[in-house]
């Protein structure tokens, strides 16, 4: 049901790099702001990254954003214990006249 | 501060409309570039974009859902009503209403309530 397409899982050692992936089409990523969902066990989802590559006051700059074309791309570096969540890409889809979410991609640190 | 929390039933049964709302504070819904949406999560799975209401009463809807959904604003009482027809146990998730702002061409959700879980079952 979900229009972004997300990788299921990713995986790394605590202080190392996890880039996640969004892949879209040209009716949302290819013509809109991308924005990035941190969603901890039990709790709504949290902003942190806004118009592709903006972070939320407060958020560390440990977590970026980037878009190409019709793919986006979140990377948190110095992976920590307490980033094991859910993460969600979200735009507008300008055919659809509605918001979209990713499929959503578990972060686990080993 | 910007709050939002849902409020509604925790139990339907198949075929009867939910009704739910949210109460927000420290933004208005007269302001221009300002909506408020609904979102949902099934247990265990993915983020579903469900309804948007704007400032100047745009709505938009999930083309999937479109037929089962309304929502409307009381900006007086600083609530947004999402109501969907004929629920089936599959509608069971956790509902979410969250802020959207716009500027320019920027629109993001930047705040959300807590949720609350709606549970179809006879």
């Not at chain 1, 006051?57 to 954003?65: A, E, H, N, T, Y």
């Not at chain 2, 969250?98 to 179809?120: D, E, F, I, N, P």
Request: with cysteine.
């Amino acid at each position: 049901q979900s229009v972004l397409t997300q990788p299921p899982s990713v995986s790394a050692a605590p202080g190392q790099k996890v880039t996640i992936s969004c892949s879209g089409s040209t009716s949302n990523i290819g013509k809109n702001y991308v924005s990035w969902y941190q969603q901890l066990p039990g709790t709504a989802p949290k902003l942190l990254i806004y118009d592709n590559n903006k972070r939320p006051s407060g958020i560390p700059d440990r977590f970026s954003g980037s878009k190409s074309g019709t793919s986006a791309t979140l990377g948190i570096t110095g992976l920590q214990t307490g980033d094991e969540a859910d993460y969600y890409c979200g735009t507008w889809d300008n055919s659809l006249s509605a918001g979209v979410f990713g499929t959503g991609t578990k972060v686990t640190v080993l | 501060q910007i709050t939002l929390k849902e409020s509604g039933p925790t139990l339907v049964k198949p075929t009867q409309t939910l009704t739910l709302t949210c109460t927000f504070s420290g933004f208005s819904l007269s302001t221009s570039g300002v909506g408020v949406g609904w979102i949902r999560q099934p247990p265990g799975k993915a983020l579903e974009w469900l309804a948007l209401i704007y400032w100047d009463d745009d709505k938009r809807y999930s083309p999937s859902l479109k037929s089962r959904l309304t929502i409307t604003k009381d900006t007086s009482k600083n609530q947004v009503v999402l109501t969907m027809t004929n629920m089936d146990p599959v509608d069971t998730a956790t509902y979410y209403c969250a802020h959207r702002g716009c500027s320019g061409g920027s629109c993001y959700s930047g705040y959300w309530g807590q949720g609350t879980l709606v549970t179809v079952s006879s």
